[in-house]
């Protein structure tokens, strides 16, 4: 393992020590704790709380600013955050009318997610949920855990971010929500692995002429590995999967997020986005909003994610585009 | 009946074992999950040995509520609020009536379930906590049964947790929960508490 | 070589096309070159223009927009564009004040760029120029072609940018911009090397266990090879050298860029940032600005450099703060 | 006296001579600078011939104007600008008189040195387009002469261009540089321009 950190048991701390440091203008973090909370204030907004495992940045305290999140939580490495820590962010993060708390779907993330919900209406906060679950490389099924949450996330966290800072209710959030996650899948590839700090090697291997189609952002398996494919196949791949997913239609609008897993340069996610943008107009889609970066990783693995979302409702796009302020979205 | 001492020494008993293990557990986890739970389990049972060696408590109930906060507010992931809610179980169910066991266990059981939505068979911690609940009510409970329980689920498929991405794949493991389970459990029989 | 790629020859032409329509609401490309523009244009006001080779995305154009960059060109990776298509460049930028080449100090750079002014003259333009060389791992003297121009470029298109949009002559902004490089000193490591693509190997091995210190944003060497350290000790090494380059007082006010070089993981720049705000915070000094990115990449480097700028000009700070529209600056 | 006819004609031939050698100049490169002059020179060598093969020219001074533009738009780096301005100063020279080669040869080896600031001895192209004009000047050149000034260069430590980086380290390398001016000189030999 190479890597620019100290003791692997302290990662966490340092990373976040050092983000606060950097962005102290914008947010703080709560003494002793992972939670990362934006100091710009707003009585009468509903507020966004999100967070997960770490080793997804800038996901998500890169997104705790005016617009975006009220609060992250960071976990140890891909591991979630306890229920006292998410607590401790609504608490912050409430301003009167209620937190809408953004889950990514992994049963731990949900598990203490809920129980800090629970711990957070027995003190009178009004709290609702949605889990996001846009990895369509799993299926939904009664074998799995459901599908996974991965880069769609951001996306949710920027729409529903500018609706909360429009004023609408938690309700009106929440079903917004529901409805965005539903019209919204991701679809990634890796070349090569992560390497959890702690564990000092990587989640696991893939040979040097390798990929593999699905993994996702912990590096659980994906559905296919195969000789590494030019940038050309890759997005044919995933773009076929995403259509029968999507069943599209030409005429269809939709937004673009190609993701970088940590370790890929932009040189190659750009390239990817040039394939991408020539399939996308054979098949005739109308793309009002797209985006490139490395908004969430898995430390240090490399390959891509794209997402998709189906502009089901003509105000995302005009949220996606909402000017906010945070460390991470430009 | 279960006392203050008697469940302290249990638990503390629990920590030891987790601490000896978990590379053990990192292992397991790293064939079918993210390698992790040692470190996870490791990690509460640090908080709750201290919260145990520091506390003064009067009855059982405290305990096990003392262990349950300790292990929500360190684990995370899925083993801290299932650990988390089986304690709390424990701890409710303790509160009325300190003197049986197994309605503790079931409490706790019942804890898991309720926080994992899980059931028999899937491949999970609880696979191990429902045959020890049975055998302990037909006071047949021993160390071999535990671990037979805990090697049950190796050819189980995963269908809850991370281990269910897996799908087929999950099969020929044990399930690093269930062997953390397998630890608690042993740790009570080494604690002496059917003895009393 | 792992990439997502598809031809290794057509790496430039790809990612342009990509960047280009990812970024279609902000800058356009002139057809056949490498040269990007910002669509927003202001009469009156002196345009900076800057480029290099490729492979250090999001440098240089992702920093094209309002309050930046008016152009930049992007020649072939790790090589200098060539004069035409700087003049192009030129040309498409100004603005009927003059425009400001800001040229990272490599012989070739220097060469093309200055050949593209000796163009632009003879065509009626106002143009000078600053060479940016930041890089101290390299002594400036007469057994090398200078010091190199690093990661402080992006600084200098920021301060530079806010300037040239309140309206200062070029030759006010040629001077700041000239005081400003004197004022600016970057230090790097890297604990992997960067594979150019049409090469297909990377350009300089590091054992396992190795890490150098002073590499270039090219792979040229550094100043030493050793055993990788903790982020601590590198960022201790870091900053003893830019001590001794700047010979600061307790109280100076400096801004602070941590860059990461390509593969390396936020998480790891992060928590140099924390190491890095310990030791500034022994020496006693003032931080009125700090960022922290991957700017000036090294394709798929692993490494950080550290840039520092003594504020020696109160306007620095404000100007590093200014708002700005581009794909790239947060 | 150069004709247009044998002034394509080398240039032809240092084209090919460039497109054999390019990866052994990539590697002479690797050792001590970017890897990247045997591509660089390829990728102008190759506009440079279309612009020849397309172009009528009506004297000297337009084929090395021609060569100049092809490499000054399409190689870039250090090299472009190098070859380009020296084409440039050849054809300034062409044009006022195409019977003095030591003068044209004279006149690139200006431009370069106006362009890149550079000396003798700096390991640089230069220390072979000195030694060839001094051996035509005194009617000497031969191929033994271009590869020995070729080979020179590895015993200098550079002090221009990126190999400067490497101090000492650059000792025991070929200048790439060199190299390619090396083949621009054996191409006028192999072109029979001396004969005429
Ligand atoms: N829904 C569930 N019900 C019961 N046990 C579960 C459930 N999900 C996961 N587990 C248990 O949790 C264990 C994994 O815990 P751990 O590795 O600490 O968490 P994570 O999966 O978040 O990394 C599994 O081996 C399994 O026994
Ligand atoms: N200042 C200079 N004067 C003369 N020749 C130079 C100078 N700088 C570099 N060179 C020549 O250019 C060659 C390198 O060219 P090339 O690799 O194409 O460019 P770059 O260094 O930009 O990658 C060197 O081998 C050297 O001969
Ligand atoms: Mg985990
Ligand atoms: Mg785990
Ligand atoms: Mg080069
Ligand atoms: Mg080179």
Redesign the pocket.
């Known amino acids: 393992m190479k890597k620019i950190i100290n003791q692997p048991s302290s990662v966490l701390d340092e990373m976040l020590n050092g983000f606060t440091y950097s962005h102290d203008h914008l947010l703080k973090r709560i003494e002793n704790t992972g939670v990362i909370y934006r100091t710009y204030k707003e009585q009468g907004k509903v507020a966004l709380v999100s967070g997960g495992g770490s080793g997804h940045e800038p996901s998500h305290a890169g997104f705790v600013g005016k617009g975006m999140l009220s609060a992250a939580v960071c976990g140890q490495v891909?591991?979630?955050p306890t229920p006292d820590q998410i607590l401790e962010a609504i608490k912050v993060a409430d301003q009167g009318v209620g937190v809408l708390l953004i889950i990514k779907n992994?049963?731990?993330d949900v598990m203490n997610f809920e129980m800090a919900q629970e711990l957070a209406e027995m003190e009178g906060i009004e709290v609702q949920k949605i889990i996001v679950d846009d990895d369509i490389a799993v299926e939904d099924s009664t074998y799995t855990?459901g599908k996974r949450g991965v880069a769609g996330t951001v996306l949710v966290h920027k729409i529903l971010g500018a609706a909360a800072e429009e004023g609408l209710t938690l309700e009106e959030i929440k079903t917004m929500g529901e409805q965005l996650v539903q019209n919204m899948k991701t679809i990634g590839v890796a070349i090569s692995p992560a390497t959890v700090p702690e564990v000092g090697k990587p989640g696991f291997q893939l040979k040097d002429d390798e990929m593999e189609y699905g993994v996702g952002i912990h590096g659980e398996p994906g559905y296919r590995r195969e000789k590494i494919k030019p940038s050309k196949e890759i997005a044919v791949e995933l773009v076929t999967k995403l259509k029968t997913a999507f069943q599209w239609q030409q005429g269809d609008h939709y937004a673009v997020l190609v993701n970088g897993l940590g370790a890929t340069p932009l040189m190659e996610q750009y390239i990817f986005m040039n394939d991408l943008q020539a399939l996308l107009k054979d098949e005739q889609l109308r793309i009002d909003f797209k985006k490139v970066g490395s908004l969430m990783t898995s430390i240090d693995m490399a390959g891509i994610s794209l997402t998709l979302v189906k502009l089901v409702d003509e105000k995302w796009a005009d949220y996606l585009k909402h000017e906010v302020t945070t460390a991470a979205w430009i | 009946m279960l006392t203050v001492d008697h469940t302290t020494n249990w638990l503390i008993l629990f920590a030891k074992k987790i601490y000896e293990k978990k590379d053990y557990l990192n292992e397991l986890?790293s064939a079918i999950?993210?390698g992790?739970?040692g470190s996870?389990?490791a990690r509460g049972m640090k908080a709750m040995e201290e919260k145990l060696k520091d506390g003064q408590f009067s009855n059982v109930q405290d305990v096990f509520k003392a262990a349950s906060m300790a292990l929500l507010s360190k684990?995370g992931?899925?083993?801290?609020p299932?650990y988390g809610s089986a304690f709390m179980g424990m701890a409710k169910q303790g509160g009325s009536d300190e003197t049986d066991l197994v309605a503790i266990l079931q409490a706790g059981l019942q804890g898991?379930q309720l926080r994992?939505?899980?059931a028999k068979g899937?491949k999970?911690?609880?696979d191990v906590w429902i045959p020890v609940i049975e055998a302990l009510e037909s006071e047949s409970l021993s160390k071999e049964i535990i671990q037979d329980a805990v090697l049950q689920t190796k050819e189980m498929k995963a269908t809850?947790?991370?281990?269910s991405y897996l799908g087929d794949r999950s099969v020929g493991h044990v399930?690093?929960?269930?062997a953390s389970s397998g630890y608690l459990f042993e740790a009570m029989l080494d604690g002496g508490i059917l003895n009393e």
């Open positions: 891909f591991t979630s992994y049963s731990g855990a | 986890d999950g993210d992790d739970h996870n389990m684990v992931g899925a083993s801290g299932l898991i994992g939505k899980s899937e999970t911690m609880i809850k947790g991370r281990a399930d690093p929960g269930a």
